[in-house]
């Protein structure tokens, strides 16, 4: 089985040669991708090509940067252009180490690939000087020998995966994990020692002038480079011994075989049903004084029901009696409309008499309308008479008429004789 080490390295002269060897010493090959050193880290390296060092190249750093998305698209690039089995995203400041006291790097490698996993997590140990005495090319391993847990932002580090058929994913989590389709993590963690601060010229070198001057702003925005954040400038990287864990492998490795993956996911299965019991527990009390509330407001509903039940009998009485007055009511109701009806009967009556009065005194009308024009008539007729009228009787007046009076006597008797 071949397993090859994609390695990234700027300014690492100081321990290249032995994380180089450390590596070989494993089984493991090693690809190696210089991030623009100065420092002579290319020079120690080259010493290994032809002896499991397959390659170096230079990565440059656009605009003085350091970008460490573009040093992962590059590992991701040489994972699929390497032939290989399995590859490991390493750091020359790192050295991984077996779980297993009788089984090197890649022996444990071929042990979790027989076993049907295709990725490995790593245990983070960080390593960090107790003095000032470390010199480039002194054996790092054994001038640090004390550690502290790795910080949260370092828990996850499935950093060594089997080739892939499908696309490999090392940006999204800033290379903390190989992410692939049919991804299977061995439970079992691996070892990582890491050293990344080797004194205190090296610490201030590397902190404030070789990472965090040059990180790329807009890794940053995405949350990247934190390792950093709580070094103040000016500090000792020195380190206390008492404040720190002597290194003992027979312990570590017992460690990770107690408390593998499994076991943390169990933990964390165990700590969210504690969670949602206490969560549970607490809903349930709440719910409990929301029922003592609400047993309180039905009690009290009640007796108001009481009340209102009393108040309803009453109204029930009261509307009883309005029963008996609306029945008495409908009965003078029924009396008067009888009445009316007989007054309706009489009104009929009355209306007849009305019209045959009102057709009476049309006829009386039109009678008085043609004796108004027959006086009318006769008021001409008069007009018409008052003159001769006037002069019969003057005629009558006179001397003459007077004179002839015997005459017409006698004329009047002829005239009755002969009728």
Known sequence: MRIVAVMAAYNEADIIARSISHLLEQGIEVHLIDNASTDGTVGRARAFLGRGLLAIESLPRPGGHFSLEAILRRKQALASEIDADWFINQDADEFRESPWAGRNLSQGIELVDSLGYNAIDFEVLNFWPTHDEFKPGDDVLEAFTR????????????????????????????????????????????????YPIRGQAHGERKVEKERRAVFAPAERKRGWHVQYDKLEPGQSFLREPAGLRPYDPELARVALALRHRGVEDLERQVTEELRRREATEVMLASVRRDLAVRAGEIEALNRAVGQRTQEVEALHAGLWERGQEIERMTASVCELARGLEQRGVEVEDLNRAVAETKAALDVRAREVAMLAGQVRTLTAEARVLRPAKARLEAMQASLAWRLTAPLRAVLDWFRRGKA
């Not at 190989?178 to 079992?188: D, L, Q, S």
């Open 147 to 194: 550690y502290e847990a790795g910080g949260v932002f370092d828990r996850l580090q499935i950093r060594c995966w089997r080739k892939p058929e499908a696309s490999l994913d090392l940006v999204s989590s800033a290379g903390h994990e190989a992410a692939f389709p049919g991804r299977r993590v061995f439970p079992i963690r691996f070892l990582l020692r890491h």
